[in-house]
RNA sequence: UCCUCGGUAGCUCAAUCGGCAGAGCGGGUGGCUGUUAACCACUAGGUUCGAGGUUCGAGUCCUCGCCGAGGAGCCA
């Protein structure tokens, strides 16, 4: 028996293409390497796929070979009287996830579920695993697959979710750099905390102390600015001893900041943004959704416009609903998770008391004990997805507040200059892009919508 | 940091009142020409998280420790 095979490019796709395939005396000329995810316009052609097996069942003399390349999956068909004695003992002893180059002729079959199968006639094995592959067909539980998150990717479920994380970020993306947003990234090494000094993680910086990012929205607001419309999207890091299913120590935050935006103009922007995500997914992640289990109609709901309650409406709606949150202290998650069960699409939290948030929130023009901010909750008791504000603009309102905060002054000189130098309203919010997939594909936990979860016990894989 | 729950075969889990350590999946062997987490038969596989203690007898009860999960607070 004989395994060989060799090479060429071409010269169109740079794509290599296999000259000649040898196994048990058969040999294939020019049979070209094509993914999965073109197969349905390779019916009838001799074609190789290179990929992974994830499943393999036998029935005696038909082997089922269940492969996987990153453009879909598809079942190849051995069967034991059409190919050589040796070659269908070989595929007998395939392990999963056994790396693999399959040839054979793509056919239309109406058992597949894909409509699509592989009569396989030629097999090379890249390699086959020594030992079982860990993760299984049946269940495990949270903390083996946790400890296993780089085999765990492989599954049909994470592939899915990492899709619908892909399709949030490219359509926020395209979303903003189509209505003219210019991408201004910030740092994520910094010297000065961004709102507070609890929950920064502090690293060795030569011989001082620096921090990892919390927030890039001062740097935002620097940028908007110069520039006008902007945003910053990158990992952003809180070292709260947080054990919940929507806290992770790092996490990705996509933070617009538009010069001359007011509050209202804020909200208008998440609201567009929102809806475009959700549809975008919708009309691009079908299938992943499906595999998931994910109950499209409730996104479908998911239109504008959003509902609006102020902070004081909503302590009051609360309250007979049975929580009993207080006037004057933040929104819980049980409260969070009350509130978003009364709609069927998101909605706007405004105007919290100043005591409860961030200093750099503009005061409300009607009450000095407010300030211009939202939380935009996610419904079916996903809760906060976006936090925003439109931004204290007055030189010596900011600075007092600083002082009330008992902040130090001299790390936000900078952010001061920006007050001194063409001060102008301006308004931005950050959103969480883990907590965005988690509410679009359904999941019980923040860490699945991240390829590598970082919570406060978990620092491997 | 606090509260709650858990740790038994490679994995997921059972084990009645304290009384022989079990099943499914996975592994191995064999069977099956259309399987869809395939199925059937046989088979191997155990320091019950660790250290003490109570008891004729501990996976089970007690004490301490280790590890993890869910939640609270905080936040996106």
Redesign the pocket.
């Known amino acids: 028996m004989s395994f060989s095979v060799s090479y060429t490019r071409s010269r169109n796709s740079g794509r290599p293409f296999l000259l000649s395939f040898s196994l048990g005396g058969r040999v294939h000329m020019s049979v070209p390497w094509v993914y999965i995810g073109d197969l349905p316009s390779k019916i009838d052609s001799q074609v190789t796929l290179r990929g992974w097996l994830y499943?393999m069942?036998?029935?005696?003399?038909?082997h089922?070979l269940?492969l996987r390349d990153g453009t879909g999956t598809v079942?190849g068909?051995m069967?034991?009287?059409e190919v050589s004695e040796d070659l269908f003992a070989v595929a007998k002893g395939l392990?999963?996830e056994a790396s693999v180059e399959v040839t054979g002729l793509v056919r239309r079959?109406e058992?597949?579920?894909s409509g699509v199968?592989l009569?396989v006639s030629g097999l090379k094995i890249l390699q086959n695993p020594e030992s079982?592959?860990?993760i299984?067909?049946?269940?495990?539980?949270?903390?083996?697959l946790?400890d296993n998150r780089h085999l765990w990717l492989r599954s049909s479920r994470q592939y899915a979710i990492m899709k619908i994380r892909d399709r949030v970020i490219w359509a926020a993306r395209e979303f903003l750099h189509s209505d003219g947003y210019l991408l201004v990234d910030s740092p994520i090494i910094s010297g000065a905390a961004g709102?507070g000094a609890?929950?920064l993680f502090e690293i060795d910086y030569f011989d001082s102390k620096a921090y990892l990012a919390q927030?890039g929205q001062l740097y935002a607001e620097a940028a908007a600015a110069a520039y006008g419309k902007v945003y910053c999207f990158g990992p952003t890091f809180?070292a709260?001893?947080?054990?919940?299913?929507?806290?992770?120590?790092e996490?990705w935050?996509l933070e617009p900041e538009v010069a001359f935006y007011d509050h209202k103009d804020n909200m208008d922007l998440q609201e567009r943004l929102i809806v475009h995500l959700v549809s975008q997914v919708l009309e691009h992640c079908g299938e992943e959704l499906h595999t998931l289990e994910r109950d499209v109609s409730k996104l479908e709901n998911i239109k504008s416009p959003f509902p609006h309650l102020q902070y004081s409406e909503a302590i009051d709606m609360l309250s007979r609903l049975g929580s009993s949150t207080l006037y004057g202290?933040?929104l819980?998650?049980?409260?969070?998770?009350i509130l978003t069960k009364q709609f069927d699409r998101p909605v706007f939290i405004e105007n919290y008391p100043k005591s409860?948030?961030?200093f750099y929130m503009k005061e409300h023009p009607d009450n000095p004990d407010l300030v211009l901010c939202d939380?935009?909750l996610a419904p079916e008791g996903y809760?906060?997805?976006?936090?925003g504000s439109q931004r204290e603009d007055d030189y010596d309102r900011l600075l007092a507040r600083i002082r009330e905060e008992g902040l130090p002054e001299e790390p936000y000189d900078w952010y001061l200059d920006l007050r001194r130098y063409g001060t102008f309203v301006h308004s931005g919010f950050?959103?969480?892009i883990?907590?965005v997939v988690a509410w679009v594909s359904g999941l019980q936990?923040?860490?699945e919508a991240i390829p590598w979860p970082r919570?406060?016990?978990?620092l491997k894989p």
């Open positions: 499943n069942r036998s029935s005696g003399k038909i089922f269940q079942q068909v069967v034991k009287s392990r999963l079959d058992r597949a579920p199968e009569s079982e592959y860990p299984g067909k049946k269940d495990h539980g949270i903390d083996f946790l709102e609890s929950g927030t809180r709260e001893k947080s054990k919940t299913r929507r806290h992770l120590t996490f935050m202290s933040d819980g998650n049980e409260d969070e998770t409860v948030k961030a939380d935009l809760g906060e997805i976006i936090g950050g959103m969480g883990e907590r936990h923040i860490r919570t406060i016990y978990r």
